[in-house]
């Protein structure tokens, strides 16, 4: 069965290489239905223009993660920890208050970097995040992509032969089986 995958990449940057893993996990699992849901244009989440009548890009952000079937994050680090714009993006979805649109929701969490602890500090701080919005994260493989460079890449901006080839279509494999059980679980519980 395929799943619909809503990703969210926390970079802005053109050739961001974030942006290409997360490309190629989608491109080497046949069952993640993938759209990269763009977080660029959301405006700094103020309770006071979130009334009645949210702005557009709230509203059009929320509706792509509810009809998701599961959540990827692909971000890098910044600053040892997620770059504002993901945070935003995390603050516009999570309200208003009880209507969260990552509620219950699967998801999967991958950091890449240039530098050699792969975003460790940003992926976690990600996990804390993701407690209290009650989405249940795959654990396992963790994925701290350390020492990417644009090197890793073919002309079709995906990830050419190699280790980290390998390592990714495992993560994809890894959240679509994940994405299963979650799913089989809560018809167990729910009916
Ligand atoms: C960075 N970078 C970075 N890298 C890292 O491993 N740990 C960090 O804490 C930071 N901090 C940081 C802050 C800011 C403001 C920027 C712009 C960058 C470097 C970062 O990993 C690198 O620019 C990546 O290429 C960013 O990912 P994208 O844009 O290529 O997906």
């Known amino acids: 069965e ?21 490309r190629s996990m989608c491109a080497l699992h046949d069952r993640l239905d993938c759209t990269i849901v763009e ?7 103020n309770p006071d223009i979130d009334g009645d009548s949210p ?6 952000f929320r509706d792509a ?3 998701a079937e599961g959540v990827l994050f692909v ?7 997620v770059p ?16 969260s649109v990552f509620a219950k929701k699967p998801a999967a969490i991958v950091t890449v970097s240039p530098g050699a602890l792969g975003g460790f500090g940003a992926n976690h701080h990600l996990r804390q995040s993701a407690v209290f919005l009650d989405m249940p994260v795959m ?7 350390g020492h990417v460079s644009d090197d890793a890449f073919g002309k079709d901006g995906l990830l050419k032969d190699g280790d980290l080839k390998n390592l990714v279509e495992k993560l994809s ?12 679980g809560r018809e167990k519980l729910l009916g």
């Open 2 to 22: 395929n799943h619909s995958i809503a990703i969210i990449v926390g970079s802005l940057r053109d050739g961001s290489i974030n942006r290409k893993v997360a």
């Open 75 to 81: 971000t890098p680090e910044y600053n040892r920890s």
């Open 173 to 184: 494999a890894a959240f679509a089986d994940w994405i299963d059980l979650i799913k089989a």
């Open 55 to 60: 702005p557009e890009a709230y509203t059009r």
């Open 84 to 99: 504002g714009a993901l945070k935003n993006a995390i603050d516009v979805g999570s309200r208003p208050y009880g209507k």
């Open 65 to 67: 993660i509810r009809s």
């Open 39 to 45: 977080i660029g244009d959301l405006p700094l989440y």
């Open 139 to 145: 654990q396992q493989p963790e994925a701290y992509l």
